[in-house]
């Protein structure tokens, strides 16, 4: 695809379910990175991937959190035994992180809104 | 590791009136700068970057500044408009290409 795609785009689960929330990353992008986000909060990171390596994961907020990313491409992020707190929306972002100069634009989906009840 | 202050948290201009948004960064390292543009309901997009090698780079309406030995860059936006409007998040990279973010600035343009 053109984007980097999430999936659901929305996701309503009944509080003590798992979830699974799944990233599909712009193609050739080694970059790869996991956010949470709440009604009119900043970005709170929860994980980074570089290829399908986490050299950063200290955002994880609590052991039922985890993410793996498979084939330097597609990334999951799980959510065990969910919380009301866990709600929020979910962005994923890829970039090619060691182009030519370094870093270039990172790229994000369009969320996945969890909604714990 | 790397950690970026963004300021201020809030911030209202009049229209037409210009705004500057600044963030500072700890890692000299650092090479490479983004701002983000996030409306509301919508995923951040990029509006404009700067590299370590150059100072100041404008488009159109908006530019980055960075100095490099204070550590600080900063957002410039003239001539506001009703549409921008949003959330603005800077952005640098740490040692290991990863990008750390700020906190985010609310833009409200008044009319």
């Known amino acids: 695809g053109a984007g980097v795609s999430q999936s659901p785009s929305n996701k309503v689960t009944e509080k003590g379910k798992d979830v699974e929330l799944r990233c599909d990353p712009i193609?050739?992008?080694?970059?790869l990175y996991w956010y949470r986000q709440s009604l009119g909060q900043g970005l709170e990171f929860l994980i980074y991937?570089?290829?399908?390596?986490?050299?950063?994961k200290s955002g994880l907020p609590s052991d039922r959190f985890s993410a793996e990313r498979t084939g330097g491409s597609v990334s999951t992020l799980t959510i065990q035994r969910t919380q009301q707190e866990d709600s929020a929306v979910y962005l994923c972002?890829?970039?090619?992180?060691?182009?030519?100069?370094?870093?270039?634009?990172?790229?994000f989906g369009q969320g996945t809104r969890l909604t714990v009840v | 590791g790397e950690n970026v202050e963004q300021h201020p948290s809030t911030l209202s201009v009049q229209e037409g009136d210009s705004a500057v948004i600044k963030c500072t960064y700890s890692?000299?390292?650092?090479?490479?700068f983004p701002w983000y543009k996030q409306e509301l309901g919508k995923r951040p997009q990029l509006i404009i970057d700067?590299?370590?090698n150059v100072g100041e780079k404008k488009d159109q309406r908006i530019a980055v500044t960075l100095n490099k030995t204070a550590k600080h860059f900063s957002l410039h936006i003239t001539e506001t408009q009703p549409e921008d409007s949003a959330v603005y998040f800077c952005?640098?990279?740490?040692?290991?290409?990863?990008?750390?973010w700020g906190a985010g600035t609310k833009l409200i343009i008044k009319p």
């Open positions: 972002a890829s970039s090619l992180a060691r182009g030519l100069g370094g870093n270039t634009e990172a790229f």
């Open positions: 193609s050739g992008h080694t970059a």
């Open positions: 991937f570089q290829g399908n390596s986490a050299p950063d």
């Open positions: 890692d000299s390292a650092s090479n490479y």
């Open positions: 700067i590299r370590s």
């Open positions: 952005a640098a990279t740490s040692s290991n290409y990863q990008l750390i």
